[in-house]
């Protein structure tokens, strides 16, 4: 961003869309976003309105349960677009409520598809919804460009704030963050390392689709905005070290943010100790208000039988992603595609 | 092409017109002097947004010593500007320019250029030249005129200028427009360069003729964090980090202007651990940079000439830029050499 010569923003997107930088450790630094995915919904924005695609009142569609569809529900109200938002029961209900609020109509899909689950039917509700209305535009954050692309202002504040940047960290959803980022720095860096996080049960990094404890992270489809080849190194993170590495976070650190804050923090506190001249970057993309009630509540994580005295020291390495069991595991990706780690290109 | 400039015959622009109102007098006419340093390409070149929030284009120079333009003014009540050599119609264009901004309406004179700088190399000779030339008059007519004041003229004289008239002080400058996007408040730190023209048997580029690039809208985004990481290397007056910046710079304008050898250029910068590959991004300059301060300079320096050599590199230079802290924020003084 142009050097600021005014504290005044014109909304509260511009305030809050990048994050603050922590030193966590020697060489362990936090970029604490409000909310991260506002990058991401900006730009994409941004550039449609750029190509004439958006006018006052155009009607926007995209289906999401997460922080993305807060993201344009906050940018909508601010700029006078009509947000459709297709979701499921997993949505939690202060941020449907949030969504409409900010004049968004949430649609809750109630029931899965026979093949494809909720996903599916997300899917076809919202086709549904893009062919009633004709000339309305779709984000599509899992396959616009402009979602990895919308992180320059990011790796600005952290060339500019850090300088040499060594390694990234962070956790994949959309592939828009860390695969954006991480191309961004690495046209300066040649030789940063990329280390993604994933959880169990995720189909990005070649594991079978299975119900995923830890939310916010990982994916039951693949996105065309992973890029396979931008990571050196994989973690995958399983809910009981990932949610204590949340509380960690807050009790070390008194840094209060979501679960895919925490399972990131879990592989970048073990990176950056193993490598003490690397400068490390850890992404932490949310703030942990929506988990209050879960991930902050020792009496549910109990129930849920995710509660852990100690984090977990170390990753368990594998050779290859379906060794990888129940516990914290991690292999060398070497900036390899899909294709060349699992031998078979992705099957849906 | 007329060599000639009726000054009379000019609109005055707004700005340094008011200075008239002081009606200071000139007393007798007097010869002024001018220099103008060479540079020698770009750390970066790209596009970046202003403070008005709209994508500009932009450069960082670096400032070179070796190459320079000095002028000679002798102004007299003619109100025609002669300059010699008789094609250097923008350096005659800027002296009008500039005694018309200063209210000498009724003045013109005769210009003398001598110049080192190669033409079509990308050094910047045509900007060199209208800076000294502007510096000539101002230095003549007795008027202290600022960079940001050289630079509003010469872009009305050649189009697009460099940033040659801010001297060794680092600034982001729009070269279409002539204005600074960001002022680092700093010399550029101090740099080695081993210089050379990557294509010694080609016929140059015509600076201002050669098509401004056609950036993708992700190259547009990737300038951002290059120019984050100018601020922390003029922060740090890290070689390294200037290094990077310019490597990556020189990687996106090979999409626009191909450097001549530029995979060679690249494996040997890596080679003999250079901190970066800088080019000029209109024009057949290149340059590898190292770290003055570092002990191996000397060796790596000689390894980089040895193998220069074998991809049919002869002819090389070697400067520094000087990096002395921070820049003066007082106004420059008549004719003074550097701007500084």
């Not at chain 1, 960690?248 to 979501?258: D, E, N, S, V």
């Not at chain 2, 901190?275 to 000397?298: N, R, S, Y």
Request: some cysteine.
């Amino acid at each position: 961003m142009a050097m600021a010569t005014s504290k005044i923003t014109p909304t509260v997107v511009e305030s809050v869309m990048l994050p603050k930088l922590i030193r966590l450790d020697h060489n362990l630094y936090g970029a604490a976003f409000f909310l991260m995915k506002l990058l991401p919904a900006r730009f994409i924005l941004d550039r449609a309105r750029d190509a004439g695609l958006l006018h006052d009142g155009s009607v926007i569609i995209e289906t999401t349960s997460g922080t993305f569809g807060l993201a344009l529900a906050m940018l909508c109200k601010l700029r006078n677009y009509k947000l459709f938002i297709v979701s499921d029961p997993a949505i939690d209900p202060p941020l449907q409520r949030r969504l409409e609020d900010l004049g968004t109509t949430v649609e809750i899909v109630r029931e899965p598809s026979p093949t494809g689950g909720f996903q599916q039917a997300r899917l076809d509700r919202m086709n549904e919804l893009r062919d009633a209305h004709p000339g309305h535009f779709w984000p599509a954050q899992y396959s616009n460009p402009h979602n990895p692309g919308a992180y320059a202002p990011f790796a600005e504040l952290l060339t500019e704030s850090i300088g040499k940047v060594d390694c990234l960290v962070g956790s994949v959803g959309s592939g828009g963050s860390v695969c954006g980022t991480g191309s961004y720095l690495r046209l300066l860096f040649p030789q940063l390392k990329v280390v993604g996080v994933d959880t169990h049960g995720s189909v990005i990094f070649g594991h079978p689709d299975q119900k995923r404890m830890l939310r916010g992270l990982g994916n039951s489809l693949m996105p065309a905005n992973v890029n396979h080849s931008v990571f050196d190194e994989i973690h995958w993170v399983n809910a009981a070290s990932g949610l204590s590495a949340t509380r960690a976070l807050h009790r070390q650190h008194a840094l209060y943010m979501g679960p895919t804050s925490g399972a990131a923090y879990l592989v970048a506190r073990w990176w950056a100790k193993r490598n003490p001249d690397a400068k490390v970057v850890v992404v932490l993309p949310d703030e942990g208000y929506r988990y209050q009630d879960t991930v902050y509540d020792d009496q549910w994580l109990q129930e849920q039988n995710l509660l852990l005295a100690d984090l977990p020291e170390e990753p368990v390495c594998v050779k290859h992603p379906l060794e990888a069991g129940t516990e914290w595991s991690c292999i060398d990706w070497n900036r390899h595609t899909y294709e060349q780690i699992m031998g078979a290109p992705f099957q849906v | 092409m007329e060599s000639q400039f009726r000054n009379d015959a000019i609109v005055c622009p707004e700005g340094l017109s008011s200075r008239s109102d002081f009606n200071r007098p000139t007393g007798t006419l007097k010869p002024g002097h001018g220099v103008a340093l060479a540079h020698h390409g770009e750390l970066l070149q790209g596009v970046f947004e202003g403070t008005d929030g709209r994508l500009k284009r932009v450069l960082v120079s670096i400032p070179c010593g070796i190459f320079k333009s000095e002028v000679r003014f002798v102004p007299d009540d003619s109100a025609v500007v002669e300059v010699e050599p008789h094609w250097k119609i923008k350096s005659s264009r800027a002296i009008a320019l500039t005694l018309n901004s200063l209210g000498k309406h009724k003045l013109g004179g005769r210009v003398q250029i001598r110049s080192n700088i190669p033409v079509g190399w990308g050094l910047g000779s045509s900007t060199s030249d209208v800076t000294a030339a502007i510096r000539a008059t101002a230095n003549a007519l007795n008027e202290r005129i600022t960079p940001h004041e050289i630079a509003a003229l010469a872009v009305r004289a050649e189009t697009a200028c460099d940033s040659t008239m801010f001297g060794e002080r680092m600034v982001l400058f729009a070269q279409r427009e002539g204005i600074v996007v960001e002022d680092f408040r700093s010399s550029l730190p101090k740099l080695e360069v081993l210089g050379f023209n990557a294509s010694p048997n080609g016929n140059g580029v015509d600076t201002i003729g050669f098509p401004p690039a056609r950036y993708s809208w992700w190259e547009i985004e990737a300038f951002r964090p290059m120019v984050g990481l100018l601020r922390q290397a003029v922060s740090l007056r890290s070689p390294q980090l200037l290094g990077q910046v310019s490597s990556a710079s020189a990687t996106i304008n090979q999409h626009y202007l191909p450097t001549p050898h530029f995979q060679n250029l690249k494996e040997i910068c890596a080679e003999v651990g250079a901190v970066g590959l800088q080019v000029a991004h209109t024009g057949t300059i290149a340059g590898l940079l190292f770290d003055p301060h570092d002990p191996l300079k000397e060796r790596r320096v000689e390894d980089a000439q040895t193998l220069l050599t074998t991809i049919g590199i002869k002819h090389m230079w070697v400067f520094q830029t000087s990096g002395n802290g921070l820049a003066h924020t007082k106004k420059a003084g008549n004719g003074n050499g550097n701007g500084n």
